[in-house]
Structure formats: C-alpha cells, structure tokens
C-alpha cells in the first residue's frame, strides 16, 4: 500500500471515475430503477477506497488472505449501483452483468444481498444499520487479533436515524479505532434539504462531541480523499471522513436536485449525462 | 402439588458458562440487563467475550450481526419485548435476511412478567418472530429444556430466537430428556382431546389434564418447544385421533403457537381448534399467579374452559 499519490494517479483515478459514473447511469437507465443522485454523490470516494486503500480479494475466498481483508459495509445500500460498478472494475464480477441491475434474478439486486452477491459483507438497504454491524465487526477482529479496518459508508440524511448514534456511542465508548465512517455530505434526501427536513447541522461536532476523531473533506477531490483515508487509518480513535459532495455529481441536471435521488434517467436524458462525461 | 422450583433465567447463564469454556467463539451481549438476564454469569467468566452495549437494543442486534460474520456465536439478552419488538426490524434485515448465525436469547416473555405491567409484557414475541424467513422460533418449558435448547441453538447454524421465561418453573424434564427441534413431544397420550403447549403453560396444562381425567376427559398433551419449524407429523396425528385441539400459551391468540397450528390443520387436517391465550388485549400489573389466573391460564381456569368447550 502506498502512503502518497501522484499527479498521474490522480489522473487516472478521475477517469476511472468517469467510467464508473457512465456505468452507474447505463445501470439504472436499463433497469428504469436506482438511485442515481447518491450513486454519484459517493463514487469518487468508493474509487479511491476500493482501488487505492482498501485491503481487499474480489476472488474472495479463494485467497488465503480474505480473512485478513478490510471490510466495507454500504449502509446507504440505495447506491447500490455505485458499489456495483466499483465491484465490477475490480473484478468482483465481469462488467457485462451490470445491465441486469435491480432484474428478475439478479445477483445485482436493489440494495446489496450477501446471498446472492460474493463480495458483499452483510445485505443493507434499510438505513441506520450499517455502523452498528460495522461496530460488531470490529469488535471480531480485534478478539482475533485481525489487524483489518471496517470502513462504513453513510448517507447525511441517514444519521437522522437513532440507531446510528447508539453505534457512535458504541464504537467510542469500545475504542473501536478500526473503524472508519464516512458521512456522504450531499445535504439532500427524498423530501429536500437535510435542513429543512431534520436539521442534521454540524456533523463533524456531533461525532466529535460523541468521541470519535473527524476529518472534513471535500468528497471529489482525490487527493483530499485519499489523504483523509490514510490519516484516518492512523487514528487512535474511531474515524469519522465527513465528505462534502454533490449528490448527482458530474451530471450537470442532476447535480445538487432532491428529485434525481430515486429517478432514472429517460433515453434523452441517459444521452445528454453520458456526452456531458465523454 | 411440591414441586421443586427452578430459575430458568440462571440455568440460562449457567449453560452460557459451560458453552463458553468449550468454544471460544461464543460471544454474549446484553443491553444493561445483565443481572436479569443472568448474562453476568457468562460476563464473570469471559469478560473479553461479553459485550454490554447499554440501553440501546437495536445497536444490541447489529452489532451481534457484525460479530458473526467475524465467524462468532453471539448470545443476545434483553427482555423479549425489547429484542422481538423495539429492534424487530434490525433483527428482519439484517440478521434474518442475511442469515446470520445470532441467537436471541430473549427473557421475560408473556404475561408473568408481573408487577412491571403491560409495557413490559411481552405477549407478541412469537408472532413477530416467527413471521420472519430463516427464523427458528424456541419456547422451552423448564430448565432442562431450556438448556438444552441453547446447547442446540450454540450448534445450529442460523439465528435462533429462544423465550425464557421470567417465572421460576417447575421440573418437567430430567436429564434422560432428548430435545430435538424436529420433534414436538407427547408429553400424556389422551383419546378425547389434544392439548398443545409449550413454556410456562406446560405445567398448567399437565395439571389441568389430571382435572379433566378426574372428569372423565382423556386428553393428550403435546409439548411444542419449537414454535417454527413445527412437528407437523406429531400435530396431525394427534389431531387425527381426538378430532379437537386446543393450544394454549402465554402470548396473544394472535400469531403465536395457536395461530401455527391453525395454519397446519386448515390446511392438512381441518379440525376444530380452540385457542386459548391472552385474547387482544394488553396485560397489566399483578402477580405472575394473579395474571395466569385472571387471563385464565392456570390449570383451574383451564379446566373449566375446557371442559364448558367440549361439553
């Protein structure tokens, strides 16, 4: 693993991040189904995480290290086509099964099913879960003496959720210091603005106030992102990366739009997204 | 009747001990109710296994998820109310749906939860419980069978929900006795009536089939530890014999041990089926002996209600 990134990386890893935002609006254009405003809010750190720092085996057990893995557990299972599209760049499973997201018989199902998709830890789509269960992960390795981080990603509106600050309170209270949370800022959900719905305020005090060690960010540059993990990775505490992102970036129509949340894309619009990205 | 009464909540933590010093994957957590639970047994012994989340039961279930898929057994206690009701959906989504390896050991379910009153009286556990795929529902009737029946849970693979009960119970079970989840045992072989229970109203029920049989009804007794999956073979062929059943439980009418065997029988064997339990409604203060009485479940008002029934 390396600890600094080049300018050349960078490079590369934005047009990574291109592709995989194509990939997120074929997916859901095809299914006529998904999430597309928190797909993208999401997928440029999901990239750096998954390509550049994650320890990780998309050939899962067949490698003697799985154990030894990192975990990820996308608590805002609705940017299930995100998570796909990064699984399918890694080699998880070939990029041609994208198109049958959310289909009849699917491994790709709506929010991520461990049953019927390798790779992915738990099932999720029903918020507030995901740092709870990444709480008893953590709490496994480190009876194991597994030196692995558990890396939870959360949506702003989902810390509305109270079963999301009984995991805060856990992971300090357990000086569960390999944990690692994202907040996906995008300061959107269903109804609107975070604000106006439910006030979710200073995130970054809040989980301070709760214990845990917090880095803000600015979720779509790289650097910043891969910079924030590695610090993170060195916390004595739990780690929160308070991301401030766009939900629908890159796709000038969706970008900071409550109604692209859980939309998809007519044929007009898919064209108009993916030259925009070209 | 002396009868020798046993806290079924120790043998609960007595056995937790016994199965921690053989497999150290067994974990055990608790929401701060670790001395009523009796988890503190386990807590003494394996300090670095047990895991006290506070008053937080849906944090207490997911977490006890991301411990199994580190490949843990973890134990999970809190009142029934709390495990089955306040974190029902954590336990739907995320332990059931995933088929995690998680037992819930739930204590104070039903009406003898007493004196706390009705918001602690846990009479829907077994409804929503069992409604839930992948789900194996438990409800032993004494300490053996209690201990054996987390001694089974410890070895399956999948979540099991177990309800102890909160009440000292009687011995029924000596330790000759085999629980296998397949099977429902035929506690009274009977020809007139079938009887079918399991937890606490075991004992009420033996009791009330003494009274019955001193009125001439030759009722059979059949004891369902596991709620789901059920004995079909053993329900239907007793049904098959007497031509009427009643169930009797300490949980609603709705959903629970009745509800499943009316669904079985509807539809294998049609026969007349009784359900007696608390009826819909929420319970209230008193004593477990005032309770069992007032909501008719003790084996005096079983007896009577029985037999007005079958008359």
């Not at chain 1, 993208?40 to 550049?52: G, R």
């Not at chain 1, 690692?180 to 106030?209: H, P, W, Y």
């Not at chain 2, 007696?276 to 477990?288: K, L, V």
Request: a negative charge; charged letters at 25%; hydrophobic letters at 40%.
């Amino acid at each position: 693993m390396i600890d600094q990134i080049s300018e050349l990386e960078i490079k590369d890893i934005e047009e990574v991040s291109k592709k995989l935002r194509k990939n997120i609006l074929m997916m859901i254009h095809n299914a006529q189904s998904g999430h597309p405003g928190g797909s993208l809010s999401c997928i440029d750190i999901l990239n750096v995480l998954f390509t550049k720092c994650m320890k990780h085996y998309p050939e899962c057990e067949l490698n003697p290290e799985y154990k030894n893995r990192d975990r990820f557990i996308l608590s805002k299972g609705h940017a299930s086509a995100a998570l796909y599209s990064i699984m399918a760049h890694c080699g998880y499973f070939k990029e041609e099964e994208l198109l049958t997201f959310r289909k009849f018989g699917s491994k790709l199902q709506g929010h991520p099913c461990c049953k019927v998709l390798k790779g992915i830890e738990i099932s999720t789509g029903s918020l507030g879960q995901g740092l709870s269960i990444g709480c008893g992960m953590a709490l496994g390795l480190k009876l194991d003496k597994i030196d692995s981080k558990v890396y939870v990603y959360m949506g702003d509106g989902e810390i509305e959720e109270g079963s999301v600050w009984e995991a805060v309170m856990n992971a300090a209270h357990n000086n569960l210091d390999n944990i690692i949370a994202f907040v996906d800022r995008n300061k959107l959900q269903i109804d609107g603005s975070t604000e106006k719905v439910k006030s979710v305020g200073n995130v970054k005090a809040k989980f301070e106030a709760f214990g845990w060690d917090t880095i803000e960010i600015d979720g779509h540059n790289i650097l910043e992102i891969y910079n924030a993990i590695i610090k993170a990775k060195n916390s004595s505490k739990p780690c929160a990366i308070i991301a401030n992102t766009i939900k629908g970036k890159g796709v000038s129509f969706m970008e900071n739009n409550a109604g692209w949340h859980g939309k998809a894309p007519n044929d007009e619009e898919l064209q108009k997204a993916l030259d925009e990205l070209n | 009747m002396n009868r020798e009464y046993k806290s079924v909540r120790s043998e609960y933590g007595k056995t937790l001990v016994e199965l921690g010093k053989v497999n150290k994957d067994i974990v055990v957590l608790d929401a701060d109710l670790s001395s009523s639970t009796q988890t503190k047994l386990f807590a003494k012994e394996f300090p670095e296994r047990f895991f006290n989340v506070g008053i937080s039961e849906q944090d207490l279930i997911t977490t006890a998820a991301g411990l199994s898929c580190t490949g843990k057994i973890p134990f999970v206690s809190t009142f029934a109310m709390f495990a089955s009701g306040r974190a029902w959906e954590q336990v739907r989504n995320t332990i059931c749906y995933s088929n995690l390896n998680v037992k819930i050991a739930a204590t104070h379910g039903g009406i003898t939860v007493g004196e706390d009153g009705a918001s602690h009286q846990a009479l829907e556990d077994i409804s929503l419980m069992r409604s839930i795929p992948n789900m194996t529902v438990i409800v032993p009737a004494d300490a053996e069978e209690t201990r054996q029946a987390i001694k089974f849970a410890a070895e399956f693979n999948g979540p099991v929900y177990i309800r102890i009960s909160r009440s000292n119970l009687p011995d029924i079970f000596d330790s000759n006795y085999k629980f296998d989840y397949k099977k429902a045992n035929i506690i009274k072989e009977g020809k007139d009536i079938t009887l079918i229970t399991n937890g606490e109203t075991l004992v009420e029920t033996i009791d009330c089939a003494k009274i019955l049989s001193e009125k001439g009804i030759d009722a059979e007794i059949i004891n369902v530890p596991v709620v789901k999956p059920l004995d079909n073979e053993t329900i239907i062929n007793s049904a098959k014999k007497t031509n009427r059943v009643i169930t009797i439980e300490n949980h609603s009418i709705i959903g629970g041990l009745g509800s499943a065997i009316c669904e079985l029988l509807s539809e294998k064997y049609p026969t007349k089926v009784t359900r007696i339990g608390t009826n819909d409604e929420f319970g209230q203060s008193g004593t477990a002996k005032e309770l069992m009485a007032f909501y008719g479940l003790n084996a005096e008002k079983l007896a009577q209600k029985i037999t007005g029934l079958i008359k």
